[in-house]
Structures are given as structure tokens and as C-alpha cells.
């Protein structure tokens, strides 16, 4: 690839990054309150345009209702546009409210899934106002004890309440169904893993896509594998980026195997220049969001720094050779084929990525571009610092 | 259920041994010869009917092709009906053969494909020479390096393949799709899971069925509910059933975790009963069958000893008050739902199969039945002790 | 074992429970109040005292400190003795205040370090003045990212606290040292495995032992083989009894795995009755505590249930023959050794527990005491639903 | 670090090859035999010196006993050295023998595990005649069903063992402990984690020391800590590299994760530097030895791969700018600790490599060097295709 085209490629790229990542979050032990840490969905919108301004690839910004709730969308989108991002993903919660205790969609009492189906709803409405195209869907529900509930029926109920929502999607816009092992369910989670995604998704309607979250499969899982089957099936719909070692980390996106997250991307390239319509189609509307949960990092930078994570990995991908991996591939040649794919991996892309960031009118390094703007500083001082809770009880 | 109903439950239970677990077998490590191990398919199917007439629930026994190679299939079925068993599944194997280094189905070179396909073919022959229901398919490929083949064209090699033998199945016959996290690929394993088997099965037709293999998850998968979701779907066509702690192990079933077996079995017994036809029908047709490796056990004690462990399982699962169950979950009652399931589990139904042995003129211990009847002095003495191999060397 | 020698060795079993089990706790998305929970130290001495009424086995309780914070120790001490249950277990808290965010005894900054050493000598002289015999440590000090700190120099400081503590240990008290491979810490935890807790132990003294908590392990390691070393090393200090199948789960004990609980036992057990001095002392001063988090079981009721399913694992691992078991184990007899050990397993010890509990003046069946008794509508009247928290934001 | 000390440094990395890396291996389920795969302990000690002659850092191979049993070790430590490379680790075998179906050192039975040991003595003068320094030591002891055996009896078996070979070894050698978490136990392994094998080593005296297998571990562990915990104690003796996502699949090391390799050559860097006495010594005698099992690849490129891998890590690692490291995390600077670290794994140091290499004398790409000097053919048409096994049974 020469030179303008990686840079068109790279002005291409999109990173959505979440409101709720710029606000106070934590382990269930405690959540440490970050001074200026945005205390609303005006705050975190702000901090979002402050990560696309450093970094250019980071234009819309997910939200997550009710956490983000207002009076006026329309507004609220106006107020976005007024900062330079877009309203992205739309994330119902249907998790924290008393009566979905035993789940949302997949509860046993009729009344509670009715409720849930009826947030559901609503968030589709509010994609209308705000003009969002996916609606972000993950789910708590499940079970901690066998015998707890009938898992077939569970089952039955998702898949119902999925339809419905499925149903009522305008035009041009989607569901994106998300799958995870575990928490807070410890027994069964009602969807558990991209193969019972998938097979709802398969069954309601082409609205309906399969999102990978990264830190939601099983130990040893290949995630990049799961990527190219769901684009080979045209069922790819997005990813929310994060990085674990153990189980739901949700730490900074490329920090834990930077090399899983380039092949990756490099499954994403493959399929985005694939001769193949569905694949090509498929990969180029999938949604790359990034879903954190910051404890200790700060914010704003940690949001750069994800930010930047995937631009490099994205960067090293467009730099593989196809041609001569293909070759390698049909020959048998293993580690030649290997190699191929490792010299992509292997080269530094900071003085590349440099360079584009010059042509673009973007900071050079957005890190340091950030620590010396002042931001933080500011935003500690105009915010203060937000009162945060957490999971475990603490002295009263 | 009353006692009646529960023999006659009891008595359809059926667990089909594998003739491979009657040789020797080992780790890669070395293979341990065992004393009267079984030669050759027909020693297998002595050895199979030896279970049989200990248990009375273990009437076929599945062949593996072409380690149980013979000229006349026909004569075969009739040696093993004369010794009171029937041929069950038929197990291709093409991942022995040295153009299978990178593949069978899924090898980038097409003749090695046409070579595999060729031979699964054959297998589908052999099963209408055998009178066998079931083709039971596992696959060894896959990659052990990232960028070693593309993952996109692997899928559809398999795909097609995995079709061409389904278009082939005659009526009243079945294909069952194997998957496996990983063995003897350690990067990327085609069938890697049981989503991706449902996926292929799903495309290619109805004579295609997902086979759960308790051994081929990643570590803390809920195998019971990927089994009620495939109940649920019409498409779990059969069971290979062994233990794990670590990896594929191919211990004696319920050995590890006696509790998650009850719960497989839970799921299935209350499919039997289901009010959904195509769930009870789906449940009424599973292929209940070991595949386990024995590296140290006197191989038909320990078939004996894996009969009888799904035996109990099964006959606990029997034994859960449906009722009671309902009602809890309907009103949330997580602790009562809980206990309503365990009670079952905590019963102990030894002396229950104890009778019901006794009622089918079955040894009432057939543990002590077989250590006691000489069979393991008397084959030893017969048949030796096979050479063993092992996958790593030996001083030569 | 006889009947009197069974009774006997029942009747001396003890379950100690945590304080927080009786309070509202939940997983970082959020935490479901639960009507009666107990709101203060008091409430949960009763609660606790509620459980040693109906199981006679759990006379202790372990406090949280400053959880339990109170001003008079030895008024506590009288209260809880009042009641029925001593005071047990002291479990210093050094993760939730501001100044732990990176660390307490792991800490780069020796002030945040004093601090913490500071709270765990408190602590210490709380155990004089409530006549507790344990200090049971955990932290949750580490690491998010490869780099953040300086892996060695954290092992320095956590020895040098753990032995500044343990040199403050009066005499007849111990410190028993927690592990946890994972969580709050996502990168590297600083007390990860035993071999960790092991090693400090080994070198700041004897009143250091090592404390197994069920769910904080890698997937599928043997923590009986980890229970037996510590055993034979003379350092298996206490449980912190809970159960798993994914992460730290924190469910009722005995749920998931029901023969792992017996396999846990049956070492205690083995070891209680050992030859070997250092053994056999150490087996008998182990310190069984639940610690558990309760998310959607109703708290007491969850308390009796976990405290019956160590009961009955103990009454199984009572009723092995070891001398059979010993024999199979010299003779190499694989099959006779895993059949004797499962034997025990196998049997339904339900009936025997009932009639201890007669023979006790206890109730038979404690759940349904506790059910029928009117306790938890009481509480639940009086007490009121206290707020919960949770980790995530909720909508202000 | 300026170029002439990283020139330095590069100069003095070794990595030890192992004589089975040349010959056929494979899984149980098949060996595929390589052309020109060495047959026998010259021709492996060829392979060996050509890898180091194309390297310059892979001067000594280890040999595993009997696989690479001579005459006369004396004469075969000479013909090393002609071909320019030396004698490592002596590698005791004592799980291939059929005695040992139940374990060597570990087995209930006193003759079996005098036969080990016997056999440990015997390698320890092998040691003594091929001026070997390092007795490897790896036992498959373990049981695959819980109450197989005595876990107890057995840790005091492995200890007695391994006291007596202890007590044998010459000065100024040692033994290495290797530690496994399974396979080929399936339930418990007596060597089962660093703990254990660092608990014996500290029993057992100073020239006892812990061996990391990085395939070796529990999901998600992080190896690293161990690494650095180890060095710390003074007790880390040396490396197996290789690489796996799964079990212990032995592929070449740094394909999964490199940047895991990095970070545990950042903890020896770190630890080579170190101003305390006993961790500096520690570190530099670290022995790094490879131990893969190549079952696709061309067997002499692919230990030139691996050579290569580990050269990159450890050139990165030297990079590290570690004042700025200290800097930030005494700061408490958790991004920029983890951006100073990332720095140096990000840079390429491919030119840097190939500029030592040409300063050496060494071809500046040993992979294009070897794949165009007609090695693989030379030795494939001498050597032809040695016949090979597998572990599970072929159609005789």
C-alpha cells in the first residue's frame, strides 16, 4: 500500500468512544473518585470532543440510557454537533433497576419483561432524535445456581423480546446483539457466547448483528477467528474495545496482547478489501466503539491512549503484505506465512502515524499535545470531584 | 415418577462404547500397553458386548475408520449381532494420513480435500453396510500460526465439504458435526466451537447435527446450556462423553465433576418431556456415546465404570420433581429452585439401580460381576500385550 | 467410623460466617437491596447467632474492619456472646480508602503504606480486646498495566509489612494470608497464588499461615493438591469458603462443584487423622469462614444453606474407608481407589444429619425451621430495606 | 543504553537448543515425519551447530537421556565441540518406561521410584562427563482420578527424590525443577506450579532451583510476576521457552503473545542490573533453553525462529528507558509507566539486530540465510524420512 492510500485509509478510520467512560467508575470493591471526572452526559460529550480534537479518529460518542438521560435530544445533539462529535451507539440499561433483579427480557415474570422491552423501545426513539444508527444491546441476564430458571425458556423469552425490539428498527438502522461468559450472572448467562448471538440474530431479522466485546469470551478464545466467521456470514455488526487478562477487565484497549488486537484488525482489513460482496459490505459498516471502565487511569488521557491503540493496530494491519501471504498460505509455507504477517506486526508505525497526524492538522503525539493543554487541570477545577460509590458497603 | 415408570425409563437408556477405547491408547507422552487390550475390531466388538451383558444399556458400539477396517462390512454386522451388539456411529478418520499435515477439509490444496472427501464418502458406504444411523465427523484442522492460512477460506473449504457429504447421507441417516476449542491445532481450530458447528449445520441441511463432546470447551463453558439451546433449536444430534479438569483429557465420564453431568442430563430428560415437539423429538433421538482415551485404566473395567456413571446421572435427573421446580422459578424462589435440583442429585440411586438390575436379570454389581468372571485374566492371557506407540521418541 | 465416632466428629465441625454476608453486597453493576439485610454490626451478630441457632455448627462471626467499627470491642465482644456466637476472624480493610487507589502495603509511597500497616496493627489490638484468635488478610494490592510498577520492589514492601505485623501478633494468634490471583488488580496482583502467600509466610515466621479462599484461583487448578501441600508443610492457616465456576463469583459453597468441596474435605479429614504431628495439629486448628457475597439469595437463608453444604461435604469425607482406600492406592488400583473414595460421595447422608441434629436438639431440617420460624419477615419489618450502592453510575 | 553496550549485551545472550527440537515429534493423535528431521544425537547436535552458526547466541544443546543415550559421552562432548557447539542441560527421562505408568519418583511402589532415581544418578555423571552444569528436571507424576493416591504421600516421595539427587550433584552444578500444571496427569500433577517446585527447592538446598516452562502454567496466569518473584528469592534457575494459547502446545516461542516474552526479558534485564547481590547472580545465571515440539514445521528453521523471537524480545528490553520508568511509578504515573515500557516494545529493532549480526560476522537474515544455503535439502536427502509414531493406534 503506498503512502496515500494508508493516509486515506488512516483518515477513514473511526473509534467511538463512550460516554460513560469519562465519568467515575470501579470494581464492585470501590470505585476511586477521578478529580474532573464528567458528572453528566454535557461533561462527557465534552471530554469526547477533547479525545477526537487530539487524535482526528474518534468522532461520535456512544450514550447510555438512562445514564445519559435529558429532557431534549434534539438539543443534545445539537450540543454535540456544537463540539465537533456525532451521537453514536445508543446503550439501553436494563440492569439496574430493583425489579430486574432476576433479569430484564429473559425474567420469568411477564410485567418485568414488558418493562424492559418498553426501555427498549423508548432507546429506539431516541435513536430517531438523535440520529443513531445502532442500538447497543447487552444484557445482564442470566442465572448464579443450577435449577435457578428454565434455560430454554429464558431462551424463548430473549429471543421474543429481540424480535419485538427488532421489529420496530427504522430503516437504515440496526440492533447489535452483544454476548459475554459471565458477570454478573455466574451460572448461565442468557447470552452467553457469539454462536447463541448469532443464532438469534439469524433468527429475527437482517437488522440484527452480532457484537464482540473483547473482554467477554472465555480463556483462550480466539477472537480473531470469531471475526472473520461472523464477516464471512455477514453478521459482523461491531466491537467494544477493551483488554483483559482474566475476565472483564476492561482495561485499555492493546494493553495486554497488542498482537491479538492486530489480528484483529488485520481479519478487518482482509474483509474490507475482500472480493466478496456480503464480507466487503460487512466489514465496512462494522462499528468500532471502545467500552472501558476506567479505575485508576485518568480519563481523558486513557481515552487518547485507547484511542491511539487502535490506530496503531489498524496502521500495521494496512501495512501487510497480501499478496505475498496469500502465496505463502497456498504454498504450505508456514512460517513463511508467519513471517508475513509478524513483519507487519513488527514494524513501528509511530513515525508513520506521525507524519499523518502533521497532514491531517492533528497533534503529532496527542499524548503530550493533551498532558500540556491544560485540560485536565481545567476540568478538575471546573468539576471538582464527583462523589463515587461502589459495590462493597463502606463504614457509614 | 413412580418405580414403573422410572425402570422403563432406565431401560431405554442406551450409552454406545467406542471400539477405540478397547485398544491402546495414550498421551503424546507414550502409550502404555495394557494386557488383552483389544487387537482388532473384532476383539473391539467382544469387548463392547462384554459391557453390554454387564450393564444392559450399551447395545452398539461405534467403529472408527480405518482403524476397524474390514473387507466384508456385512460380516462384520453379522459378528456383531451374533455377540449381542450393533455397529453405531461411524467415525471417519482424516488426520493420520500424511497429506493431512495442514488439513483435511480444510487443507489449501484441493486434491488433499477431494482425498478426504473421498473418504467420508466411503464412511457413508460403510454405513449402509452396517445398518449405522450416524456419521460422526471430527475434524483435526487448523493452524498453528496466526496468518498460517486464511481463516475466511478455511470456513468455506469446510463448508463445501460438509455439504457435499450431507447431500450424500441417505434418508433416515444423519451427519453429527463435531467441534473442539483446540488439539491438534493450537492456534485456530476450523470447528472450533459449538456455534460454528450450528452455523455449518444450519447452511447445509436437516441431516445435520452438532455432537457435544463434554471435553472440547474452554475452561468454565456451561456445557448444559449450550445442550439446552441446541435442544431447543432441533439441532444436538449426540454426545461424546468423557471428563476434563484441563484440557481434552478423555477421563471417565462424571469423574471430574459428577454434578455438571446430572445437570446435562437434567436438560435432557426435561426435553423428553417437553411440550414442543420438535424439542422432544430432537431429545428422544440424541447418540448417547463415550470417547475417552484410556491411558492407565483397564480399559473394559473402565467402560463398565463410564456406563455406570451416566447411568446414575441419568437416573437422578430421573428423579427431579418437575413440578416443584416449575413453581420455584416461576416465583423466583432462586434457593428453592436450587435445593429442588439438588435433591435430586443428592439422593443416592444405587440401591434403585440395584433393583432395576436385578429386575433385568442384569448383574446387581456389574463392577464386581466383571472382576470376578475372569474376562480381563482370560483375554489377557489370549491376546497378549499389544505394542504400544506414543508420540514422542523413543531411544531406538 | 461408628455412629458415636460420627456423631462425635459432627458435633465439633464449625462454620464460621462473615458479617458481610448479612449485609447488601452486589457485583459492580449494581447491588440489589434486599429487605432486612442487616444494616450494622448488630444486626449482623443476630443474623449470624440466627444461623448457629438453626445449624449448630457456626458459633463464630468474622468482622470487617472498619466495617463493624464500633467504638466498645469488649461490649461487642458481650453482645455477640449474648447472642450465642463469639467473635471470630478480624479482617483488616485497607482497599477502600482514597490514599489505596494504587496499592495499601504494595504502595510506592511509604506514607500510604504506614497508613495501612497503621489499620492492620489496630486491628490487632481489636483481636485483644474481642479475644479473637485470627487475623485474616487480603489485599486487593497490584498492578493494571505491564509497567506500572516495579513487580520486585512491591514484593519487598508487602514482606517487610507482613512481617512488621506479624512481630505484633501476641502470642496464640496467628495471621493467616490470602491470595487471589486476580481482581481488583487486572495485570498482576501481588499475593497471586499460595506460592506467594506460601513464601512470605515461610519467612517472617510461625504465626503466618496461608488462607485458601475457593474462588480466587486460575481455571482449573486442584486446590485440594494445594490444600494437602499446605497441609504436610504445616501452613494451611483457614478457608474462605464460597463457590465459583468463573472468576471470584462468591456463590453459596458446594454449587458448583459439589465433589470438589468433598475432595477438599476428605484431605482435612485424611490429615485430621495423620501420623505426622506437624500435620494432624495443623489440620485441627484450621479456620473453616464462609466468605461469601450474596447478590439475589435472600442473606440468612443463603448462610444456613452454605453452612449445611459444608456439613454435608464433612459428613461424606467422615464416611470414606481409608483403610480400603489405602490398600487401593499401594496395589496401583486406579479404579477400586477412585471407587472407594466416590463410594463415600455417593451416599446420601441426609438422614444421618437429620438424626444428629435430633440428637442435638437442633432442628432437622434448618431450612425449613428458618422458613417456617418468621425471622426474615421479622427483620425485614423491623430493619427495613437499607440503600445499596453499586459500581456503576446510576442516573442521579 | 548507547550501541556499543547494547552491542555488548546482544553478544552475551545464549539460548540453549534441544536435541529433540530436531527430531520427529508430534501430538497423540499423529507424527508427521519431516525429511532430513535428525535421527539420532549427532545429527541433532548438527542441526544444532547450524542454527548457532547462522544465530552467533545458540551455542550449547541439551540432551535428553536415553532419546540421546552414547557409549561415550566423552567422545560425543567432542563432537560438539568440533561442530563448534557445547553439551547443556542433561535431561532425565523417566516416564517412558513401562514401570512408570503410575509415576517415577512419586510412584506407591519403593522399586519404581529407586529405578528413577537411579536413572537421575546416572545422568548426574553424565553431567560429570559432558561438563554439563544443569541437571533439567521434568516428571509426568501425577494421578488422573482423585483418589488414585495418596497427594501427601506423594510430595514426601518427589521430596526424598529429589533430596538424594540434590545431595549428588558436583559443585558448581545444580538441578532445575520444572514445574507443570498437567498433562500427562489429568488430576493432579505432583510438580503442579512454581510453588511446589519452589517450596522442594527451598527444602532441599542450594543448588536446587525452579525451571519455567512458559507453556506450563494455569490460564491467564502472568508468568512474568513468578519470573520476578522467583529472581527475587534467588531461586530462578532457568527458562523452557516456548509458546501456546491452550495447553501446553510447544510452539515456537513468541508467537502467541509477544509481548508477554518482552515483559518477562524486561523482568531479567531489570534483575541484571539490579544493585541487590542476590537477584543480580540469580539473573545472569539464568539458564534460557528452548523446549518445543515441532509437529508442522521444518524443524532447523523453525529453532532459528525461535532464536530470532527471543533475540527481539531481550533487544527490546534493553531498551527500556528505566529511569524514566522508576520516575513515573514512583509517581504514580500508571499511563506514563506503561507508555515507557510499550515505547521499547514498539520499536523496531530489526535494523539494530541485523547491524550486530553484520558486526559479528553473522549473516544479517539467518532465515534467508538458512532457507538459500540448501541446509533443509542437504539433510533431507541424506538423512531421507525417518519414520515416525503417534499416540493413537493406526490401521496396522
Redesign the interface.
Given at each position: 500500500m503506498n503512502t496515500h492510500d494508508l493516509f486515506q485509509a488512516l483518515g477513514q478510520q473511526r473509534i467511538e468512544t463512550p460516554s460513560?467512560g469519562y465519568?467515575?467508575?470501579?470494581?464492585?470493591?470501590?470505585?476511586?473518585?477521578a478529580p474532573g471526572a464528567a458528572r453528566d452526559v454535557h461533561e462527557k460529550i465534552e471530554d469526547a470532543a477533547e479525545v477526537h480534537r487530539l487524535t482526528g479518529i474518534a468522532p461520535s460518542v456512544a450514550l447510555h440510557i438512562?445514564?445519559d438521560?435529558v429532557e431534549d435530544y434534539a438539543e443534545l445533539r445539537r450540543f454535540a454537533e456544537s463540539r465537533g462529535v456525532s451521537i453514536g451507539a445508543i446503550n439501553p440499561n436494563v440492569?439496574?433497576d430493583?425489579p430486574?433483579?432476576?433479569g430484564s427480557i429473559g425474567n420469568?415474570?411477564p410485567n418485568v419483561r414488558e418493562r424492559a422491552i418498553a426501555h427498549l423501545l423508548d432507546c429506539v426513539e431516541i435513536m430517531r432524535q438523535t440520529g443513531s444508527r445502532d442500538l447497543s444491546l447487552w444484557f445482564?441476564d442470566g442465572t448464579?445456581?443450577?435449577?435457578?430458571?428454565?434455560?430454554?425458556a429464558r431462551?424463548?423469552r430473549v429471543r421474543e423480546a429481540l424480535q419485538r425490539v427488532h421489529d420496530a428498527l427504522p430503516d437504515g438502522t440496526r440492533m447489535l446483539v452483544e454476548y459475554k461468559?459471565?458477570?454478573?450472572a455466574?451460572?448461565?448467562t442468557d447470552l452467553?457466547?457469539?454462536?447463541?448471538a448469532?443464532?438469534h440474530c439469524?433468527a429475527i431479522g437482517d437488522k440484527a448483528q452480532v457484537l464482540v466485546d473483547l473482554g467477554h469470551?472465555?480463556?483462550?478464545?480466539?477472537i480473531?477467528?470469531i471475526v472473520?466467521?461472523l464477516?464471512?456470514?455477514g453478521r459482523l455488526g461491531g466491537f467494544h474495545f477493551n483488554a483483559?487478562?482474566?475476565?472483564d477487565?476492561d482495561?485499555?484497549v492493546g494493553?495486554?496482547?497488542?498482537?491479538?488486537l492486530f489480528?484483529i484488525y488485520?481479519?478487518l482489513v482482509?474483509?474490507e478489501q475482500?472480493s466478496d460482496n456480503l464480507?466487503r459490505t460487512t466489514a465496512r459498516n462494522v462499528a468500532y466503539m471502545i467500552d472501558q471502565?476506567h479505575?485508576?487511569?485518568?480519563k481523558v488521557?486513557?481515552m487518547v491512549?485507547s484511542v491511539l491503540n487502535c490506530q496503531?493496530a489498524y496502521a500495521k494491519a494496512l501495512l501487510i503484505d497480501w499478496e505475498r501471504?496469500?502465496a505463502?498460505?497456498?504454498a504450505?509455507d508456514?512460517?513463511e506465512?508467519?513471517?508475513?504477517?509478524?513483519d507487519a506486526?513488527?514494524?513501528?508505525v509511530?513515525p508513520l502515524l506521525a507524519e499523518w497526524r502533521r497532514s491531517e492538522g492533528l497533534p503529532e503525539d496527542p499524548?503530550v499535545a493533551h498532558r500540556t493543554s491544560g485540560y485536565q487541570a481545567n476540568v478538575a477545577g471546573e468539576r471538582g470531584t464527583a462523589a463515587a460509590?461502589?459495590?462493597?458497603?463502606?463504614?457509614s
Amino acid at each position: 500500500m503506498n503512502t496515500h492510500d494508508l493516509f486515506q485509509a488512516l483518515g477513514q478510520q473511526r473509534i467511538e468512544t463512550p460516554s460513560w467512560g469519562y465519568g467515575n467508575s470501579g470494581t464492585r470493591f470501590k470505585t476511586f473518585a477521578a478529580p474532573g471526572a464528567a458528572r453528566d452526559v454535557h461533561e462527557k460529550i465534552e471530554d469526547a470532543a477533547e479525545v477526537h480534537r487530539l487524535t482526528g479518529i474518534a468522532p461520535s460518542v456512544a450514550l447510555h440510557i438512562p445514564w445519559d438521560e435529558v429532557e431534549d435530544y434534539a438539543e443534545l445533539r445539537r450540543f454535540a454537533e456544537s463540539r465537533g462529535v456525532s451521537i453514536g451507539a445508543i446503550n439501553p440499561n436494563v440492569f439496574q433497576d430493583d425489579p430486574y433483579k432476576l433479569g430484564s427480557i429473559g425474567n420469568p415474570v411477564p410485567n418485568v419483561r414488558e418493562r424492559a422491552i418498553a426501555h427498549l423501545l423508548d432507546c429506539v426513539e431516541i435513536m430517531r432524535q438523535t440520529g443513531s444508527r445502532d442500538l447497543s444491546l447487552w444484557f445482564a441476564d442470566g442465572t448464579n445456581y443450577a435449577g435457578q430458571d428454565d434455560l430454554r425458556a429464558r431462551k424463548r423469552r430473549v429471543r421474543e423480546a429481540l424480535q419485538r425490539v427488532h421489529d420496530a428498527l427504522p430503516d437504515g438502522t440496526r440492533m447489535l446483539v452483544e454476548y459475554k461468559l459471565f458477570e454478573p450472572a455466574f451460572y448461565a448467562t442468557d447470552l452467553f457466547d457469539w454462536g447463541a448471538a448469532y443464532a438469534h440474530c439469524l433468527a429475527i431479522g437482517d437488522k440484527a448483528q452480532v457484537l464482540v466485546d473483547l473482554g467477554h469470551h472465555a480463556q483462550s478464545v480466539n477472537i480473531e477467528q470469531i471475526v472473520a466467521f461472523l464477516l464471512d456470514e455477514g453478521r459482523l455488526g461491531g466491537f467494544h474495545f477493551n483488554a483483559r487478562r482474566y475476565a472483564d477487565d476492561d482495561l485499555i484497549v492493546g494493553t495486554t496482547n497488542p498482537f491479538e488486537l492486530f489480528c484483529i484488525y488485520a481479519e478487518l482489513v482482509a474483509a474490507e478489501q475482500s472480493s466478496d460482496n456480503l464480507t466487503r459490505t460487512t466489514a465496512r459498516n462494522v462499528a468500532y466503539m471502545i467500552d472501558q471502565s476506567h479505575n485508576i487511569e485518568p480519563k481523558v488521557e486513557a481515552m487518547v491512549q485507547s484511542v491511539l491503540n487502535c490506530q496503531e493496530a489498524y496502521a500495521k494491519a494496512l501495512l501487510i503484505d497480501w499478496e505475498r501471504l496469500a502465496a505463502a498460505q497456498q504454498a504450505g509455507d508456514v512460517l513463511e506465512a508467519y513471517r508475513t504477517l509478524t513483519d507487519a506486526f513488527r514494524t513501528d508505525v509511530r513515525p508513520l502515524l506521525a507524519e499523518w497526524r502533521r497532514s491531517e492538522g492533528l497533534p503529532e503525539d496527542p499524548i503530550v499535545a493533551h498532558r500540556t493543554s491544560g485540560y485536565q487541570a481545567n476540568v478538575a477545577g471546573e468539576r471538582g470531584t464527583a462523589a463515587a460509590g461502589g459495590g462493597f458497603p463502606v463504614k457509614s
